[in-house]
């Protein structure tokens, strides 16, 4: 049997993914104004579930950093069933759902459950344009990030990059849009060095914990990284904002444990030292960062996605294909299907 037969031409083909989700966005400005760059919203809300879930968390970020409005991230079973814990009355909101297939249940209970209520108003981000989703609401469309595989990898990258462009041209500021278009032609180069870096790291090291941290725009690219090699190979993983690892769950470090730091530069020298510490405590380290230098020496692993010049939050994508084939080729080592997850659908219905 060849495993991994659809996830591994997925992952590969991203870079091609945030080209088309960056043309199709050109044939979508006008979706850009009526929605999230439309000011008469008091806040905007992304709801996913799952990877999706993980999407909205960095979309809200670089929301809020870009447009200097209002934003937040939820589960969509929290608007669901929660909205008033999560939404207060006489404020107008917009509800952006996150879904890959345009078809999980709870995304599209929480978009029907608002789309009459008193001050929101709904629409979406998917890679399928005939679903559910696109029927009931406007929605962005990636249209290269349809998959086979259960796990998400280029959906994942292209509709998280598709939002950011979105949110570069709500923000009115021409050098976001032109940073977001730098991201696209790094991409390939990317993509192909963290092939090969990946296969090399997981195959050299017998590693039994996988821990990644992440903060700001890169908490919610830490928590997919997390679930992906979950997904993917069943191993034991968590994740965590970078600081907040050390109240308390550093305790679980140990030989045999990868800590993979997503580093930033805002808060560069602050992470480092987390992750020098977890290196005393026998980690193996893993660092992705835009450029190395003597303050990642120590590590046991750097990888470089460059654009240092960028911000944190566009370079955001150019961080996803080295997790991702981490993930797959774990999922190789042990034997076991990345294509097809034990427990998994691609779509989830209650």
């Not at 890959?100 to 209970?109: A, C, M, N, W, Y």
């Not at 997981?202 to 725009?217: A, C, E, H, T």
């Not at 600081?243 to 020298?269: D, M, Q, W, Y």
Request: aromatic share 10%.
């Amino acid at each position: 049997m060849q495993y991994g037969k659809w996830t591994y031409p997925e992952i590969s083909g991203q870079a091609e993914a945030l080209n088309a989700a960056l043309r199709q966005l050109e044939q979508q400005k006008e979706w850009v104004g009526k929605y999230i760059g439309n000011d008469q919203f008091d806040e905007v809300i992304f709801i996913g579930s799952g990877s999706s879930y993980y999407q909205a968390q960095t979309m809200a970020s670089t929301f809020r950093k870009w447009t200097g409005r209002d934003a937040s991230a939820y589960p969509s079973s929290e608007i669901f069933l929660f909205r008033d814990n999560n939404a207060v009355p006489g404020r107008r909101y917009l509800l952006v759902g996150v879904s890959r297939s345009g078809e999980s249940t709870e995304v599209i209970l929480a978009l029907d459950h608002c789309k009459d209520a008193e001050g929101w108003t709904i629409c979406g981000i998917t890679c399928y344009e005939d679903s559910k989703m696109a029927a009931m609401c406007e929605c962005l469309v990636s249209p290269l990030g349809k998959e086979k595989s259960t796990v998400m990898t280029k959906s994942f990258s292209s509709m998280t990059y598709m939002m950011q462009a979105a949110t570069a041209l709500a923000s009115g500021k021409p050098e976001l849009w032109e940073q977001i278009r730098r991201v696209s032609e790094l991409d390939g180069d990317v993509v192909q060095a963290a092939d090969a870096f990946a296969k090399s790291l997981v195959q050299s090291r017998d590693l039994n914990k996988f821990i990644y941290l992440g903060m700001g725009p890169y908490y919610g690219l830490a928590n997919e990284a997390c679930l992906k090699i979950k997904e993917m190979s069943y191993v034991w993983t968590e994740s965590y904002g970078t600081l907040e690892f050390r109240h308390g769950p550093k305790s679980i470090v140990e030989p045999g444990t990868l800590v993979c730091l997503l580093l930033s530069e805002t808060a560069r020298s602050y992470e480092l030292k987390v992750a020098e510490e977890m290196k005393q405590y026998g980690a193996t380290v893993l660092i992705v960062t835009a450029e190395k230098g003597n303050d990642t020496a120590f590590a046991d692993a750097v990888f470089e996605i460059g654009g240092k010049s960028l911000s944190d939050e566009a370079r955001c994508a150019l961080y996803m294909p080295v997790l991702q084939y981490i993930g797959f080729y774990t999922a190789l080592k042990k034997n076991v299907d990345p294509d097809h997850p034990r427990n998994l659908t691609q779509v989830v219905i209650i």
